[in-house]
């Protein structure tokens, strides 16, 4: 059974940071892109970040750049999002996606509020 489970996520001042984590089982992990997304109320899913089967290589939105860092370790079968210098508007839902192109998979989600 394919399982992506989100965890990290909670209540945040602007400026601080957060660690997001997804823990994959169920399928062959290092053979998966890895993707977070995130989607705000009122709003629609948007990428956030990605990052390559063997990690070389990452991608990420211009409205996180310098702030986020997408890192996996296929030992543990688990990819991470560590946010730093929240602001704001970096308040949703935040989800990971695991595809190979021909197969996707969603975790259900985790909450970050950025608020004062």
């Known amino acids: 059974q394919v399982q992506l489970v989100e965890s990290g996520g909670g209540l945040v001042q602007p400026g601080r940071s957060l660690r997001l984590s997804c823990a994959a089982s169920?399928?062959?992990?290092?053979?998966?892109?890895m993707m977070w997304y995130r989607q705000a109320p009122g709003k629609e899913r948007e990428l956030v970040a990605s990052?390559?089967?063997?990690?070389?290589?990452?991608n990420y939105a211009d409205s996180v750049k310098g702030r986020f860092t997408i890192s996996r370790d296929d030992a543990k079968n688990t990819v991470y999002l560590q946010m730093n210098s929240l602001k704001a508007e970096d308040t949703a839902a935040y989800y990971c996606?695991?595809?190979?192109?021909?197969?996707?998979?969603w975790g259900q989600g985790t909450q970050v509020t950025v608020s004062s």
């Open positions: 990052i390559v089967r063997n990690g070389a290589s990452t």
């Open positions: 996606k695991a595809t190979n192109w021909v197969y996707e998979y």
């Open positions: 169920g399928f062959t992990f290092s053979n998966y892109v």
